[in-house]
Every structure is written in C-alpha cells, then in structure tokens.
C-alpha cells in the first residue's frame, strides 16, 4: 500500500500495553496503519514483569526483551525511543516531543502505563531512595548492592518482596516494612501470608508487619529510616514499593476527561473519539487494572476498533493473579477473603508448605487462595467465572480437578482439554488456550520453542512451560509434543537419557559395548562421550563396571586440580569442616618437606595446599594417609565437601547439632560419584550461617527438627534452593539425602548440576519422587548405600598401593 495512503497511528508509550495492542493490530491487517512510536526510555520494548529476575541475575536485560530493535524494522513500525510525548494538539491531531519533534495522527494510542507513588517522607529526596518500576530502577539499586550493608524496603506487597528477594540474592541485608498486618493483602489471606513470611524469613529477609515509617535519614546519602516507634533501621538504600497511579498528566493536560485514570468507553475510546487510552492509564468503569490479564483484552478491542470492527467491546474483567514469589507459586481469585453467607474449605499441609482456600456460596465456588502448589489455579478460576454448580464435587474438591472430576489418575493433557478457549495459559504474555492452539494449526508447531516463537507463551517467566506442553499435546498428540533429545556428542544420534536407558534396558556393562549396541560413529568416542559414558556405567552398575581412568578428565585421573603452571592443588577431607592438631601438624609438615608454596582456607572449610609437582602427589597423599586423611575429592564430579556451622553445641542461637549432622551426612556421601559437583551444607538455625540455601543440599536446624531444600548453586548465577520438606529426626535427613542424590545420579544428564536439573524435571516431580513416595525413597536411598559400599574407597590409597601409579611417573630420558 502507498504509505500516503495509510493512516497513521501515533502510541504514547513503548510499554507491554501499547506494543501489544501494535500486536495485535499487526496480526490482524499489516500494513493498513503507519504505526510511529514514543517511548520515554532509551530501549526498546521489554517485560517489566520479569524486573524480578534481572535485579536477582537470573536473567540477563536481553533476556527480558519482548520486541528487539530488529523487530521494529521487520514489521514497518516507527520507534521514537528517549523522547517522550509532551503535548498533543486534538485540534491538529499532533503530538509534540521532549526533542520539539511534531508528529500527525489519525488516532493517537495513550499507553503512558503508571507512576510510582512515594510517600510524602522527610528525606524520600536522598540519593538512595528508589522505586521499583523500570530498568533503570533496578540499575540503581544492583549498584547500590555491590557495596553490600542494609536495604529498607518500604512496602509488602508483591513488587516489595520481589525487591527484598532480589537485593537478598545480591548479598544484601534486606528489611520489609508494611502497614498492614499482612504480606500481599490484595492477593492473600491471613494463613497464606504468613506462610509467606515465614517462607521469606528462612531466606533472611526481616519482615515487619503493622509498622510505620516516620522519615527517611541521612544528609548527603541515606542512612536509616526511622518508625513511627522512633526506632531507627539502618539502611544505605530504601525502595519504596507502596503503589503506583495512572499516570494520566499527558491526558489531562489535552483536556481530556480524567478521573483516578483516562476515562474510556467500553470501545477504549476516551473522551476524544480520536484518541484511545490503554494499559494502566485508562479508567474502564471506575476501575484502573494493575494486572497484565485486562490490558492484554483491552489491546485485542482497540485493535478490533482499528480495523474497523466497531461491535468490538471490553466489558471490564474478573480478575485472577498467578504469581511466583520468591519462588513460591501463589494463586487468589474472587472472593478469598470471605463475605457474609459464605463457608471455607481449607487444606493445609506444613510439611510441604501447601496451603488451600476455597470459599464457596452456597452450591458455587466464589474464591480460592492456593499457595505452595497452584496447578488448579486456571480450573478453580474457570468454576469461579462460570458460576458452575458443585454438585457431588463439592466434598473433593479442595483436592484438584484430577480427583474431583475422575479420579487421581486423570491426565494433565485431560485437564487441560477441559479448559475453555479463553482460558489463561500464560500471564506473563496473556496468551490463552485458543490462542496457542490456533498458531499450533496455522503454522503446523511442534515443539515447546515452536509456540515460545510465534505465541510468546512460556518465553517470560516460564511457569506455564508445561501447561503449553501440555496443549501441544492435546493438539499433535503426546509422542509429537515431546521435544527432540539433543545428541550426546558428535560421535552418536542417541540424547543422554536413551543412552542411560540402553545401558540398563540391554545390560550394557562396558564403554565398548555401549558403542557397539548404539552404533557409535566412531570407535573409541571423544573427550565428551566417554566421560559420561564412564560416569552412567558406574551408576547402573556398582560392583560389576570397573572405572575407567582414561575415560575422565585429567583432575580426576590425578586426583587433584591441575593448576595454569601445571602443578597441582591437594586438598584433603576435614568431616564437616572439623579437624584436629594432629592433622594439622601432618599438613605443616607435608607443606615444608615437599615445599609447597602457598597453603588457603577454602570457602568449604578444608586447607588446600597449592603448587604441588605432579611427580610429589603420591608421596605427599603418603605422608597425609598416615595422619588418617583421605581424598577430599575436590577435583570431581563428586562429593566436594558438607558445610557447617558449629550448631547448638557452642552458638547460643543454635537449635539443633548441626556439627555432628553435618559429619554424619559427609561420612555417608564421601567418594560418591555424581553428574557434576555436589556441595552440602548444615547450618544450625535459620540465620542460615553455613550458606544451606545455595547448596546442592541444605539442611537447616529449627526447633522441631530440620528444614531440607535442594537445588541450589553459588557461582556467577546465584540460585537460591528449592524447600523440599521438613522432617524430626538424624535417620531421616540421611535417608532423604541419600534418595535426592541417588534420583539425581540416576537421573541427570552427565555435566548437569543439582540447579538445572530441578529447574527441567520440575520441584513437583522431585517431591512426588522424594516426599510423597516413602517406599521409593527408601528404595533410593538403599541403591545409594549398596553403591557406597563399592565407591568409598580413599583414590590416594590406592595409588600409594600401586594402581594407576605410571600416571604420576616421569618418563625416562633416552639415549640418542
């Protein structure tokens, strides 16, 4: 089309709101509408959903982008970045810029979103006073944490703890301060709140509820706030996380007609007929949407009103939040909170840290909180909207759809055929059930990533990633749905997990015959194949494989970690971190009779000693051995080491014998072999002083016994653990950890950590697996023991014996 002839579409606002609503004006007639757009911040599009994660480093900037440069330019649109609106012309149908740039319109698009609201404190003015609404906002407060000390966060509600969460990752002391009586009153009940907070108090981060700020302090920089009570919190940066409103000043200043919002029709349309208003800027009704859910369906009516669909109308919306805090998912809708004539259904289970709501209105579900598990959040929201009536499912259905409509053993893809069209799949990009399936028959998707392009759906957080898979299945069929397995290596066709699976399905005892079984495409493999070719071997078959030392890395054909000089680091085990003088002694003497250089303290609590000859290793393991130290295997894919604080036996805060716990389980682990490094830890109370909570396994002391997470990992990206249960008693942390490590080294791809393999097969699976399977626990943890029996075997001693030991021989000279 000529552009002359186009008409023209000016969008106020670069945000998820108004580039949506350019979406879905693109999907329905590209190339009708020039479409120009302002956006007052100097980047393109991205998802402030997920500023979460980029204040925590789990997510890169790119990462979070919804609609890169490129994009603009693919699709003929228009972008204005750094230069915000300042005025329009209804008269002339014209916007003027911050830049004086004029720019015509046949319709003018307001999506200028919200502004932060900031108390009116003494001191909110002070460098280290900030919001949380933009990038820019957590640049600011990502510098502020490289210097570590205290963050104030004013506000509990769910960006305030984002914030905590976030600045608590980033290695900061973090307090919440709210008025209320309650974490998240908007989205939880009393009971699910505290569970929350008892949740984030785990984690270090202090909550002070029914509390009031007085002033911010400090002069040239904060320094404190101060309460109502005139107690003073310290804190060198406060973010203020109390509410945002619309922000409307454009609109009014234009003389259009303003309220708490924009005040829009049921066509969006605000008082000018020319100008519609999207987003958190509008007022629908009386009511200004906070959440993504309405302003992904007031999009889809402008751009019908676009195209010239004048019946096109938003009605309003009944809203239901899904949300993951701190890693907790967390799902409210209707009347959670109760009203007269209404009854509760609860269920809770502590040990799992579920909770569930349901409050019914005669034969009708009216509300629901889940916390912990909101898997029926979309089913129960589904009841809620229809009105449905409960009938014989009233007394199950405080369990799930599963049991309620069919029986425990119904299918997910079952449950997700029941759900309507309109049916949310995925909140962070507002992409419904109908929407997944039709891109699913147009574009003939087959994979997980396949939907992520061309619906956006599972591509922000990645909470709904199985609820897509589960609709791909329901479209293609369950075999299609599965995404293809990556080979190993170059050397075979074959993933990972169909290589584990031959090894035991067809009794495959040897490297060679795995390659001769699968049709290996080379005869010996490469560095990459063998390694985990060795590693699965060992796994499947404890007693029957011998390892094979040419199929490992050379740290573990040493048994120390080469260094960039070509020496070695020895480090050997000290039981959750407790030695003696004696051993210590032994370690000075080894130090000045092999002349090694450098002796540290590891972050671990062991001695490492640096700079040792390779040709020194046997005797200097010699000299240990005879002091009665045994590899501490830090070069492996292994057991590293158990982490401890000194518990109740010497800390006036210690609850539980974490010392002692944290021997026991070493003395249990030691010289297992796994997918990739495992790190365990034991503090003695919830101050968590051991790092329990960025181990492979933690355990935490509290007074009734111990707390047990997993999955977490230090490192360039942090991740905080997973709680998996609580449980009383010595024998029972020992069993749960020896299955967790067992179903992990059985399960996992080789080179695969703790963290992402939780992360891919899901907590859920893990707790199915560990927590609620007691038989299969006990049946884990007993293969993990019988292969203990053949792995804790010291490496050093066997060396000294004569096994393996050409590899630390120098070669002879030869005569010419």
Request: proline share 4%; net charge negative.
């Amino acid at each position: 089309m000529d552009m002359s002839l186009r008409q023209r579409l000016v969008v106020v606002g670069n945000g998820m709101a108004g580039m949506r609503t350019v979406e879905e004006l693109l999907a329905r007639a590209p190339g009708l509408w020039q479409v120009t757009v302002f956006g007052a911040e100097p980047r393109p599009n991205y998802n402030r959903i997920l500023l979460s994660p980029l204040l925590a480093g789990e997510k890169s900037f790119d990462q979070i982008v919804i609609n890169d440069l490129t994009w603009y330019r693919d699709h003929g649109v228009t972008l204005h970045a750094n230069d915000p609106v300042i005025a329009i012309d209804r008269d002339r149908r014209t916007v003027t810029t911050a830049s004086g740039m004029v720019q015509a319109y046949d319709a003018l698009l307001l999506a200028t979103g919200s502004n932060p609201i900031l108390l009116p404190l003494p001191g909110r003015d002070l460098p280290g006073v900030v919001t949380f609404r933009d990038a820019d906002d957590v640049t600011r407060m990502t510098e502020a944490a490289t210097a570590g000390g205290e963050a104030v966060v004013i506000g509990g509600g769910l960006l305030g703890l984002e914030a905590a969460y976030g600045l608590a990752k980033l290695g900061m002391g973090v307090t919440v301060i709210h008025l209320v009586d309650r974490l998240m009153e908007r989205q939880l009940d009393h009971a699910a709140a505290d569970l929350l907070r008892q949740e984030l108090e785990r984690r270090g981060i202090r909550i002070r509820l029914s509390t009031q700020t007085n002033a911010i302090l400090g002069t040239d920089q904060v320094t404190g706030v101060e309460l109502a009570t005139g107690e003073v919190l310290p804190a060198r940066l406060v973010v203020m996380t109390v509410g945002i409103r619309p922000n409307a000043s454009l609109a009014a200043s234009a003389g259009l007609t303003v309220e708490r919002g924009v005040v829009v029709a049921d066509t969006m349309a605000t008082s000018d007929p020319a100008i519609f208003a999207v987003g958190e800027c509008a007022q629908h009704r009386g009511v200004c949407y906070g959440l993504v859910a309405p302003l992904w369906d007031m999009a889809r009516t402008i751009a019908d009103q676009l195209v010239g669909r004048a019946e096109a109308v938003y009605t309003g919306s009944q809203l239901a939040t899904r949300l993951k805090v701190t890693g907790v998912e967390v799902f409210s809708a209707g009347a959670f909170d109760g009203r007269d004539g209404t009854e509760a259904i609860l269920l809770t289970d502590p040990a799992r840290n579920r909770y569930r709501k349901l409050v019914l209105e005669g034969d009708r579900l009216v509300g629901a909180v889940l916390y912990g598990d909101a898997a029926d959040g979309d089913w129960y929201f589904s009841l809620i909207k229809a009105g449905t009536p409960l009938g014989a499912m009233r007394d199950l259905l405080v369990f799930g759809e599963a049991i309620a409509t069919g029986g425990s053993d119904a299918s997910p893809t079952a449950a997700v055929a029941a759900l309507p069209d309109d049916a949310e799949i995925c909140g962070c990009n507002g992409v419904t059930k109908g929407h997944i399936l039709a891109a699913i028959a147009k574009h003939q998707l087959t994979t997980l990533d396949d939907v992520k392009a061309y619906t956006k759906a599972a591509s922000g957080c990645g909470g709904c990633a199985a609820r897509v898979e589960q609709v791909l299945a329901l479209a293609i069929g369950e075999a299609a749905a599965a995404p293809a397995e990556k080979p190993l290596c170059k050397c075979t066709d074959h993933g990972h997990d169909h290589v584990r699976a031959a090894i035991r399905e067809q009794g495959l005892t040897s490297i060679s015959q795995v390659m001769r079984a699968l049709d290996w495409k080379t005869d010996d493999g490469c560095a990459t194949c063998r390694p985990a070719l060795n590693f699965y071997l060992l796994i499947a078959w404890p007693g029957i494989y011998r390892d094979d030392p040419q199929s490992r890395f050379i740290n573990e054909r040493a048994h120390a970690n080469i260094q960039k000089d070509g020496t070695f680091s020895v480090v050997p085990r000290m039981w959750g971190g407790v030695t003696t003088a004696a051993e210590l002694r032994a370690i000075a003497d080894v130090v000045d009779r092999y002349e090694i250089p450098e002796v540290k303290v590891t972050g671990g609590q062991r001695i490492d000693l640096f700079g040792v000859k390779k040709e020194d290793l046997p005797a200097v393991w010699a000299d240990l051995n005879a002091a009665g130290m045994v590899s501490g295997h830090a070069y492996g894919k292994a057991l590293r080491t158990v982490k401890t604080c000194v518990g109740s036996t010497w800390c006036r805060f210690g609850t539980q014998d974490s010392t002692s716990m944290g021997i026991a389980l070493e003395r249990m682990t030691w010289g297992s072999w796994h997918p990739h490094k495992v790190k365990l830890a034991v503090s003695g109370c919830p101050r968590n002083c051991a790092e329990a909570t960025i181990k492979d396994f933690g355990v935490v002391a509290v007074d009734s016994g111990w707390e047990l997470h997993i999955g977490g990992n230090g490192g360039i990206h942090v991740r905080a653990t997973d709680f998996l249960c609580k449980v009383t008693t010595d024998d029972e942390v020992l069993e749960y950890c020896a299955a967790f490590l067992q179903l992990y080294r059985e399960e996992a791809r080789y080179l695969e950590r703790t963290a992402p393999w939780v992360v891919r097969v899901g907590l859920a699976y893990v707790k199915a697996r560990i927590v609620e399977d007691p038989a299969g626990r006990a049946e884990l943890a007993a293969r993990f023991r019988h292969a203990q029996t053949f792995a804790q075997v010291d490496p050093w001693a066997e060396i000294i014996a004569g096994r393996n030991a050409a590899e630390f021989r120098s070669l002879d000279p030869v005569e010419a």
